[in-house]
């Protein structure tokens, strides 16, 4: 694939830097404001969860091309991944107001809203990866 | 006592300055800001640059670092990269080598070399050190000056002030705008506090969770929060996500959370009738 970059995220600079990339790369494959909002949104949540349960982890950013779609579709596809503790229970985490660090619970059912897929895989103690594509319609 | 490859150095002076700008006239001095540099600015940095070098053979080292500190705040001020210095350094070091194995025997070639390599490691120590020193300077400066601009607080009108947030908001700055917050509306006697995030440029979870808290802080303290300056992309992406500011009030504009905060306070903006003339506008 032509475009893509890999951040980084170690302390909470990574998460800007995380979330630029992300709006550039958006810009470039052409997606209007709202979604290049949405999608800098989107990985803004994944960024910092990766800051704030995992000590280091990476956002990898990359444009992408679907030609089973009708046509030819392009978008853009945000993996999310560290070794951290891992996730013990999936289904809490994807309900609205769950929290362990005392932020509002919104993050990753957020994310799935504002992005159209959404996939999270977690082994308890080996780390999750998080798979999330925007279409650009 | 000065050592044998200085004073050869110095002996030669002529003959090594001629030398040595010649072998890094291909070398391009870059700027940090900008790409392309007018031929003359290169050319005026790189004789300077040799007549650092050259000047200070005779100095011993602390007069030398002297005039190193004062020719790098030159450097930094005008937006030098240190890297293309100390390649030059090391094209000098080759042409003084080869000097030196010519009209010395091997044995003292290696003596010889090991000083000149010390001198050299001496040059490129203090010009790093002092390009760090000096960035190092200039980042604590802009991080004072940073924190100053980052949670304003502006009075308006009487009981009426303003926070205009810009750019992005960390953990940090969440909590110098809090204890901004508090303290301006202490201070004011402010019952209405107008929170504009025009220049914020994504409002996710955190950003929210924030402004909540803060908004929460305001009203114990006797005050409301006005969300004021909600651009139509971060309207949606908060409604995706979530976010429940259903206890807020939100204007979309600075100018109409003013005219709610005026109605707050009972008052009011009120346009003057045009005083009547005889006539004479047409």
Not at chain 2, 115 to 132: H, K, R, S
Request: glycine share 6%; hydrophobic share 40%.
């Amino acid at each position: 694939m032509s475009n893509h970059s890999c951040i980084e995220i170690a302390n909470e600079w990574g998460i800007v830097s995380a979330r630029q990339a992300g709006r550039e790369l958006s810009k470039d494959i052409g997606f209007g404001s709202v979604d290049q909002a949405r999608i800098t949104t989107a990985i803004s949540e994944l960024a910092r969860n990766i800051y704030l349960y995992t000590e280091i982890g990476k956002i990898d950013l990359e444009e992408i091309s679907d030609n089973h779609r009708n046509g030819k579709a392009r978008g853009i596809k945000v993996v999310a991944s560290d070794k951290g503790p891992g996730i013990e229970n999936l289904r809490d985490v994807m309900v609205d107001g769950f929290t362990t660090s005392g932020g509002l619970g919104a993050g990753l059912p957020g994310v799935k809203r504002l992005m159209d897929e959404f996939d999270i895989e977690s082994i308890p103690g080996e780390g999750t990866t998080i798979t999330t594509i925007k279409w650009l319609r | 006592m000065r050592s044998i490859v200085l004073q050869h150095m110095i002996d030669n002076k002529d003959h090594y300055i001629e030398q040595w700008r010649v072998s890094f006239d291909q070398l391009l001095f870059s700027r940090s800001e900008s790409t392309i540099k007018p031929q003359y600015i290169q050319d005026e940095m790189k004789d300077e640059f040799v007549s650092v070098i050259f000047d200070t053979l005779t100095m011993d080292r602390h007069s030398r670092r002297a005039v190193v500190k004062r020719f790098v705040e030159r450097l930094i001020h005008d937006g030098w990269i240190v890297s293309e210095f100390i390649m030059s350094l090391q094209k000098l070091r080759r042409i003084v080598m080869k000097d030196l194995s010519k009209h010395y025997d091997k044995d003292k070639f290696v003596d010889l070399s090991s000083e000149l390599e010390d001198w050299l490691d001496e040059q490129i120590t203090d010009l790093t050190t002092e390009f760090a020193k000096n960035h190092e300077e200039v980042k604590a400066i802009q991080k004072v000056a940073l924190k100053e601009l980052s949670a304003p607080l502006i009075p308006v009108f009487d009981k009426i002030v303003v926070m205009p947030l810009i750019g992005t908001i960390d953990t940090k700055r969440a909590s110098q705008i809090m204890e901004n917050l508090l303290e301006g509306i202490i201070e004011h006697r402010a019952q209405v506090v107008l929170i504009d995030i025009t220049g914020v440029p994504l409002v996710d979870t955190m950003v929210a969770h924030h402004i909540i808290r803060a908004s929460e802080a305001v009203r114990l303290v006797g005050a409301e929060c006005l969300l004021v300056g909600i651009r139509p992309e971060i309207a949606q992406t908060i409604v995706n996500l979530g976010i429940d500011l259903g206890n807020f009030t939100t204007k979309s504009t600075l100018k109409k959370g003013v005219e709610t905060a005026l109605q707050m306070t009972h008052r009011d903006i009120i346009t003057n009738e045009e005083p009547v003339t005889g006539g004479g506008l047409k």
